[in-house]
């Protein structure tokens, strides 16, 4: 079975890159695996505060994922595994990719306008060595494009 990849965050171009992966799910009998990223905070010699912050940040984007799983099982019928990772954004990628061999495709979104975005930067650069392909999807694309190009 096929597996798309996406991380998602609250940005537009995260939305716009996960139903990509969920109408290439549907139209090849694949999947969708989420992975939320919660960036490490930087220490603090107050640890009860630092894991305070951590948790919040937890729990928001378990929420954030959890909508847009919700959102895509309304549109697909088949709901998104969920992953909460914390840690550097390209090494939770890298791990995930390492851990889970079935991934047969990368997919993020591209900011609309300007720079794409940190993790569409490394993983377009990096793409030679990548253990799948790497999709990149426009975050300007309306629906009726996501549906024709996917």
């Known amino acids: 079975m096929r597996v798309y990849l996406v991380i998602m965050d609250e940005t537009d171009e995260a939305l716009v890159?996960?139903?990509?992966?969920?109408?290439?799910?549907?139209?090849?009998?694949?999947?969708?695996?989420?992975?939320?990223?919660?960036?490490?905070?930087?220490?603090?010699?107050?640890g009860g505060i630092q894991a305070t912050i951590e948790a919040e940040a937890r729990d928001r984007a378990e929420v954030v994922a959890t909508g847009a799983a919700g959102s895509i099982f309304h549109e697909s019928g088949k709901m998104p595994t969920i992953t909460v990772r914390v840690g550097d954004s390209v090494k939770v990628v890298h791990g995930y990719l390492a851990e889970h061999p079935e991934v047969a495709a990368l997919v993020l979104g591209a900011a609309p306008q300007g720079n794409p975005g940190p993790l569409v930067t490394h993983f377009t650069a990096a793409a030679g060595s990548m253990p799948c392909p790497v999709f990149v999807v426009p975050g300007g694309l309306n629906q009726d494009d996501l549906e024709r190009l996917s």
């Open 17 to 46: 890159a996960l139903r990509f992966a969920a109408r290439r799910a549907v139209k090849t009998g694949g999947t969708v695996h989420i992975i939320a990223h919660v960036q490490q905070q930087a220490f603090s010699a107050f």
